[in-house]
């Protein structure tokens, strides 16, 4: 959806993280859609952690035909997703149960989007290290484009200030300058990988 077509290369940051820019990305540009991303969270959450063994105290109604208590129990739950993403003590205590991928999983139900593709390339990524002549060369054209573009975005946004700049060309400047990071650490991947073969070859 155009809500989440632009977004940061996310590098550097955390799981929880991620899940928490489209969480809100979401919720500030579409009515009622909290609800529905808590709601759905919570049915994964309860359905596949036993009481027993869950670390967060969800509010379920006792009466899920009832809706203005499922709308008072999905309000109680909307503060404790809240809280997990605002504070660290609230996240950490939660860790065990990896509340963000059930919040994920929502989301992508909901909206389509690939936040468990994204959140598995973190933790099991497929990426290919460069080491030919080819795969640096495309790899060097790949920088000096996504650099340039970046330089020039720089030129355009930072003139006269940010203060004029609207929130979502803020937002485009981070992602590209985001991505020529991502770009820059590919570089020195390549060559610890070379300088770590060599080592190995010694």
């Known amino acids: 959806m155009k809500v989440f077509d632009m977004r940061p290369s996310f590098h550097g940051y955390s799981s929880s993280s991620i899940v928490k820019w489209y969480y809100e990305r979401a919720w500030n540009t579409m009515n009622g859609v909290k609800r529905a991303i808590v709601a759905k969270a919570v049915d994964l ?4 952690i036993s009481d027993d ?14 809706s203005d208590e ?13 809280d997990f993403f605002a504070d660290n003590s609230v996240r950490s205590k939660h860790f065990r149960d990896n509340l963000e991928t059930f919040i994920a999983r929502a989301i992508d139900e909901i909206f389509e989007t690939s936040i468990c593709e994204i959140l598995k390339q973190k933790l099991f990524p497929d990426e290919l290290i460069p080491h030919t002549q080819d795969q640096l060369d495309e790899l060097l054209a790949e920088t000096n484009s996504s650099y340039t573009d970046a330089v020039n975005e720089c030129v355009r946004v930072f ?16 992602s590209k300058l985001l991505s020529v990071r991502e770009m820059l650490d590919k570089n020195v991947g390549a060559i610890e990988h070379e300088l770590e073969r060599r080592k190995a070859d010694k």
């Open 159 to 174: 003139r006269n200030g940010l203060t004029d700049d609207s929130e979502e060309e803020l937002e485009i400047l981070e």
């Open 70 to 82: 499922f709308l008072a129990c999905n309000k109680k739950n909307i503060k404790v997703i809240d």
């Open 45 to 48: 959450y309860t359905l596949e």
């Open 53 to 66: 063994h869950r670390t967060i105290k969800f509010n379920i109604p006792g009466n899920p035909e009832d």
